[in-house]
């Protein structure tokens, strides 16, 4: 039988030596990338079945990462391993094309078992994530993204800037940065811009 090509990405690098160790005798391990970027250009490179990927990573976190991978067109299975038990963050991972949801803590055999449902075309949520979205909201997940002119705005707005700032940075009109963040708090279902800078740290934009 063949073996299913894992290639992993985190930035701990004690922990991904352990998946590693927990993984090497089930799987064929092809590498670990310690960024976002260096996954994009690994999974390019290397062509892996099933990706494990965390959420918060530098130079580009694993929810902008994941979506190059599958704008580009990838037959791999990607799966979020992370530490967040969120709602919020488990609609956003179906949302960018993930086919699996697990918790750092979860046992290694579950892991396991993940990563062949995934290979084989299912999807898999961790029974530990307790945080689950309703099923209207995973139903609907492609309908409720953000556009990538709004994630730069909604970078720009956590960092601090002004509608009028974020016009001049991006090179539009003011009037068009202040569509770009209605339409975000209505798409997101949050009400003032508090509530847009938090969603923007749990999706790792920023730290």
Same mark, same amino acid.
């Given at each position: 039988?063949?073996? =299913?090509?894992?290639? =992993? ?63 580009? @067109? ?18 956003? $991972?179906?949302?960018? @094309? ?7 803590? $979860? ?13 084989? @075309? ?44 974020? $016009?001049?940075?991006?090179? =539009? ?20 811009? $508090?509530?847009? =800078? ?10």
């Amino acid at each position: 039988m063949k073996r =299913i090509r894992l290639l =992993i990405a985190d930035d701990h690098v004690m922990f991904a030596q352990g998946l590693e160790s927990l993984l090497r005798d089930e799987f064929q391990l092809l590498g670990t990338a310690g960024n976002g970027e260096e996954l994009v250009e690994a999974t390019k490179r290397l062509q892996p079945d099933v990706i494990l990927v965390d959420i918060s990573m530098p130079v580009l976190n694993g929810f902008d990462a994941v979506r190059q991978i599958t704008e580009s @067109g990838t037959n791999a299975k990607i799966i979020f391993l992370t530490m967040h038990d969120d709602a919020t963050l488990v609609s956003e $991972a179906f949302r960018c @094309g993930a086919s699996g949801y697990i918790l750092k803590h $979860a046992a290694g055999e579950e892991l396991v078992n993940a990563i062949r449902e995934v290979a084989q @075309g299912n999807n898999y949520v961790s029974p530990l994530v307790t945080n689950l979205p309703a099923e209207s909201s995973m139903a609907h997940t492609q309908k409720t993204t953000i556009t990538p002119r709004q994630r730069e705005v909604l970078k720009l707005i956590s960092r601090g800037l002004t509608m009028k700032e974020i $016009a001049s940075e991006l090179n =539009i009109s003011t009037r068009t940065a202040e569509t770009h963040k209605y339409e975000m708090m209505q798409t997101l279902g949050v009400e003032t811009t $508090a509530d847009l =800078i938090r969603y923007s740290l749990r999706l790792g934009l920023i730290s």
